[in-house]
């Protein structure tokens, strides 16, 4: 097949399964829109503004497993992709992005829309390429999205200059089937002798604790965690990133840990003797202080990537693989070792646990005159049955929705965990009602997030993805506003967002159907009727109480035992 | 710690500024980097001579790894190896007796003089740091007009080697 390079990119991402492409078009990639016009196997999305279309492939991405297509343009197409790439960056979302750039002959002239995209985003891709001959476009992007969804998957960016797409230069096209490169080879069976160890360990543990993160939902390993921690009997916590890779409504769920996870979670963090991390990465917001993270414990981590284990927190047993393979590898130990956990320790360590959970430290004033978020998110639960696709944009609503959507199915949890993206919700709930038209996504954001990617209504419009939002209106940047009163002395400093738009007519201009509700007691049915209406996005504007704050809370720096259960119950 | 961190990489535009954006987008420290095409002419090699704990330096070393343009790596401080440096220096050697002073101390340094002019000297010396540095301390800071040092490179002893199988 004779192709030109604006051609061989469109058979190229028909050739590797991609169904959808989110972008936006400019000078630099009119070569490759031409080529997309004259075809239908790939679809693309237009987005309002490419921070959007980053978002939306994320979203795309995390609800699939599938790798995130992005296409902008060379300069500002390039630069607002950015803050998206970076999101998909830290929270190791598979993704590739292809740029455009000026024509080779241009480029170090500061030609007009020249950025040096490899340049300003190497800090923040897996890795990135610019094509300098169109015979090595196909292979460039094979190894694109084979660095992109192997080992830790993350976003890859390939730039491409306008002459490598001249629709007059044709070449021999034929799809890469194989790539293989001597400089990457990731790791994917753990190590036999570590994972006796671990099985050693793990099995002679009188207070063990599971922590399991994204890593989990990543490699598809939900259904091997949950069957080895029912084998086990053990408790087990989720990170935000690992909500939904154990079912959040089993017995053995202490919920969330870390800076708003539960009590439950983080004294028992706190007091295990065994910790056993699969796929979670001791971020800051996760361990407080290091220095005083699980101090009884040995720590047992299983991670793809080597350069998280006892990057933050040293590990007595790391496990360097796939989840997946290593647990189903332990699961053979621990079968072929016929020893059972110890009965009695672990029957007293549970009772010790329930007399945390009694505590009941997600509890909030349900009686209040205003809208409590809390009552909002619950009542979420509710109406859609546990079984949305819940995406959040960032602050104290996602905590919310972290703390009281009980996910019980992996996917399902869309948000920016580790660069914490506010303007992620929206469009990521695009791509997430893309890829499964017939689900239903909610959008969990707030009056200020979701005005950082708000135009992305019109995309919504564009291709009638009826997604749900759920907007927690409270007038404030609410986790700034929280901050500000514990650490500021209520120095509310540039946190009131002041003439806010009607937000019901807002999403009315753009096409869409507006809700607002500000009595508690119109919240379920308002809730009931907007996801009543399959077919049409609503906007649901609550407006909450002003002064809720997020509890529980362990202050940056401070140990998992350090806990605030609310501004009354100080601490435990 | 001081350790040398010896690699080598895909021979790429693009390869040497990852590995120095790594350095300081992580806080790490270079004491010295140099880096020169190998006999293979896919493959660069990389010698980097940084400061940190052990748990830096595994960081270090992980985070390189990591580096998709990276084929291999080794911190050849861990084993016997040899490290060697090269300096040229410019110095002022006008008169007769600082001439021959200068001469002296080159020999006894095993340097060689490899330009001579009416008033200066260029001197050539290679070995580690420490010796480059003992010979800068020995001639009077006067007469130095200008220096130019490599930057380490090391190998390591015996059969031990960096290579691609």
Redesign the interface.
């Known amino acids: 097949m004779q192709l030109s390079g604006g051609e061989i990119i469109i058979q190229f991402l028909k050739d590797e399964g991609v169904d959808y492409v989110f972008g936006y078009p400019g000078g630099a990639v009119l070569h490759i829109y031409d080529a997309l016009f004259r075809q239908e196997d790939v679809r693309h999305i237009l987005v309002r503004h490419e921070q959007g279309a980053t978002h939306a492939a994320d979203g795309y991405a995390r609800s699939t497993g599938k790798p995130g297509v992005v296409l902008v343009t060379s300069g500002p197409g390039a630069t607002n992709a950015v803050t998206g790439i970076a999101t998909a960056y830290m929270d190791s979302v598979p993704m590739v992005v292809i740029t455009g750039q000026v024509a080779t002959a241009s480029i170090g002239s500061d030609a007009f829309q020249e950025v040096d995209a490899?340049?300003i985003t190497?800090?923040c891709v897996?890795?990135n390429f610019?094509v300098k001959d169109v015979k090595d476009l196909a292979m460039t992007l094979k190894k694109a999205f084979y660095?992109a969804t192997t080992g830790r998957p993350g976003p890859v960016v390939v730039d491409v200059p306008k002459n490598i797409t001249d629709p007059n230069i044709k070449i021999p096209y034929e799809y890469p089937t194989t790539v293989s490169?001597?400089?990457?080879n990731p790791t994917v069976k753990g190590h036999p002798g570590q994972i006796k160890r671990a099985v050693e360990l793990l099995l002679a543990a009188k207070r063990p604790m599971i922590y399991s993160g994204g890593g989990v939902i990543l490699s598809g390993a939900h259904a091997e965690l949950t069957q080895l921690t029912r084998e086990l009997g053990y408790p087990i916590t989720n990170t935000l990133m690992g909500l939904g890779a154990y079912p959040a409504t089993d017995k053995l769920f202490v919920g969330m840990l870390g800076m708003h996870g539960t009590y439950e979670a983080n004294m028992a963090m706190h007091d295990c003797d065994v910790l056993f991390a699969v796929g979670a990465r001791f971020d800051d917001r996760v361990t407080g202080d290091t220095k005083l993270f699980c101090p009884h414990a040995k720590i047992i981590h299983i991670d793809i990537?080597?350069?998280s284990?006892?990057?933050t927190v040293?590990v007595d047993v790391p496990i360097v693989g796939d989840v997946k393979n290593v647990l189903n590898d332990m699961s053979r130990e621990i079968k072929a070792s016929k020893r059972k956990p110890e009965a009695a320790a672990l029957q007293a360590w549970w009772t010790q646990i329930n007399e945390w959970q009694s505590k009941d430290c997600l509890r909030y004033d349900r009686n209040s005159v205003l809208i409590k978020p809390q009552s909002v998110i619950e009542k979420l639960y509710e109406v859609t049955q546990g079984d949305a696709y819940v995406t959040s944009d960032v602050g104290q609503h996602q905590m919310w929705a972290a703390q009281f959507y009980k996910f019980d199915k992996p996917l399902r949890w869309i948000n920016s965990g580790g660069l914490g993206t506010m303007g992620f919700g929206l469009p990521a709930a695009l791509g997430v009602q893309l890829a499964h038209p017939n689900a239903t996504v909610a959008c969990v954001t707030g009056e200020a997030s979701i005005q950082m990617c708000i135009q992305e209504l019109s995309t919504a419009m564009q291709y009638s993805l009826p997604v749900k939002i759920v907007n927690l209106n409270n007038r404030y940047m609410g986790m700034v506003r929280q901050w500000q009163e514990f650490f500021y002395e209520s120095r509310y400093s540039h946190s009131y967002v002041e003439a806010l738009p009607d937000f019901v007519k807002l999403a009315e201009s753009y096409g869409h159907v507006g809700m607002r509700i500000d009595k508690p007691g119109d919240v379920e049915a308002a809730l009931k009727e907007a996801f009543a209406l399959k077919d049409r996005l609503v906007f649901m504007d609550f407006i909450t109480d002003q002064k809720e704050n997020v509890y529980p809370m362990i202050a940056a720096g401070k140990a998992h035992n350090q806990m605030h259960l609310s501004s009354e119950r100080e601490l435990a | 710690m001081r350790h040398i961190i010896s690699l080598l990489m895909e021979n790429e535009a693009g390869a040497l500024s990852r590995v120095a954006g790594l350095f300081s987008a992580r806080g790490y420290n270079i004491e010295s980097l140099t880096v020169a095409p190998t006999e293979d002419a896919s493959l660069s090699r990389m010698t980097i001579v940084t400061r940190g704990s052990d748990v830096v330096i595994e960081q270090i070393t992980k985070q390189l790894n990591k580096l998709v343009d990276i084929v291999k790596l080794a911190d050849i401080t861990e084993g016997k190896h040899i490290e060697r440096e090269l300096m040229l220096i410019k110095v002022r050697a006008a008169d007769k007796e600082p001439r021959a002073e200068l001469k002296r101390l080159t020999d006894i340094f095993r340097g060689r003089i490899i330009d001579v002019s009416e008033s200066t000297y260029i001197i050539e010396l290679t070995g580690s740091g420490d010796k480059l540095d003992a010979f800068i301390a020995a001639i009077d800071p006067a007469a130095i007009i200008e220096t130019v040092r490599s930057g380490s490179t090391g190998i390591a002893r015996g059969e031990k080697s960096l290579q691609i199988n």
Do not use: F, Q, W
């Open positions: 490899v340049g190497r800090p897996k890795h610019l660095i490169m001597r400089s990457y990537d080597p350069a284990i006892s990057k040293r």
